[in-house]
């Protein structure tokens, strides 16, 4: 069991049945009466964002999950991958990988969470290098004035970009905001 001095972000705990993580937490000691914690924790299963309060001395559940490397090897309607320790093949239904799929390229390593032995969700590298396979074409010497464009890359999804960006060119995306963050040079 956790106390209320363990919690901390990214702490797992169980509430209500569900697995949540801690996503923010604040240590509260008013002058009158006794401490508590203040958290936002999501949902690793549905991914809603609730407030708790929880009072000092008070005994939190760790969540039964766990995390497993895997690979990325296809998808046909349903996304399959293999784990990296056992080769064990595991299909994930699109509800679980979500927005995920717009990242996701073939061989890519990822994160599965588990919990209670079923998978409930995954975890990409913060940044991906994906190709643009199609775009308006780059205009020279629009550089400095932060206008962009729409870019569609190797997984179908549609990025903005500076104007500068043409078809072939390999770009570092941010999975957490699905921005662009730079062109990088081909390692070829």
């Given at each position: 069991?956790?106390d209320t001095s363990d919690i901390k972000k990214g702490l797992r705990i169980e509430m209500d049945g569900e697995p949540f993580i801690v996503i923010e937490?604040?240590?509260?000691?008013?002058?009158?009466?006794?401490?508590?914690?203040?958290?936002?924790?999501?949902?690793?299963?549905?991914?809603?964002?609730?407030?708790?309060?929880?009072?000092?001395?008070?005994?939190?559940?760790?969540?039964?999950?766990?995390?497993?490397?895997?690979?990325?090897?296809?998808?046909?309607?349903?996304?399959?991958?293999?784990?990296?320790?056992?080769?064990?093949?595991?299909?994930?239904?699109?509800?679980?990988?979500?927005?995920?799929?717009?990242?996701?390229?073939?061989?890519?390593?990822?994160?599965?969470?588990?919990?209670?032995?079923?998978?409930?969700?995954?975890?990409?590298?913060?940044?991906?290098?994906?190709?643009?396979?199609?775009?308006?074409?780059?205009?020279?010497?629009?550089?400095?004035?932060?206008?962009?464009?729409?870019?569609?890359?190797?997984?179908?999804?549609?990025?903005?970009?500076?104007?500068?960006?043409?078809?072939?060119?390999?770009?570092?995306?941010?999975?957490?905001?699905?921005?662009?963050?730079?062109?990088?040079?081909?390692?070829?």
């Amino acid at each position: 069991m956790y106390d209320t001095s363990d919690i901390k972000k990214g702490l797992r705990i169980e509430m209500d049945g569900e697995p949540f993580i801690v996503i923010e937490f604040q240590f509260v000691k008013p002058g009158k009466g006794s401490a508590f914690t203040r958290t936002k924790v999501r949902n690793l299963i549905t991914g809603a964002v609730l407030d708790r309060t929880f009072k000092s001395g008070e005994k939190l559940k760790p969540a039964d999950t766990e995390d497993r490397t895997m690979q990325y090897l296809y998808s046909d309607g349903n996304y399959h991958f293999m784990d990296s320790g056992n080769y064990e093949q595991v299909s994930l239904e699109n509800s679980i990988v979500g927005e995920n799929a717009n990242y996701l390229t073939e061989n890519m390593n990822v994160e599965v969470s588990y919990y209670q032995g079923r998978p409930i969700g995954l975890s990409l590298p913060n940044f991906v290098v994906l190709e643009v396979t199609e775009t308006a074409p780059g205009e020279k010497g629009n550089t400095v004035t932060g206008a962009s464009k729409p870019a569609i890359v190797t997984t179908g999804y549609t990025v903005n970009v500076p104007l500068f960006i043409n078809e072939g060119d390999n770009l570092r995306i941010d999975t957490r905001t699905g921005e662009y963050v730079e062109r990088v040079k081909s390692e070829s």
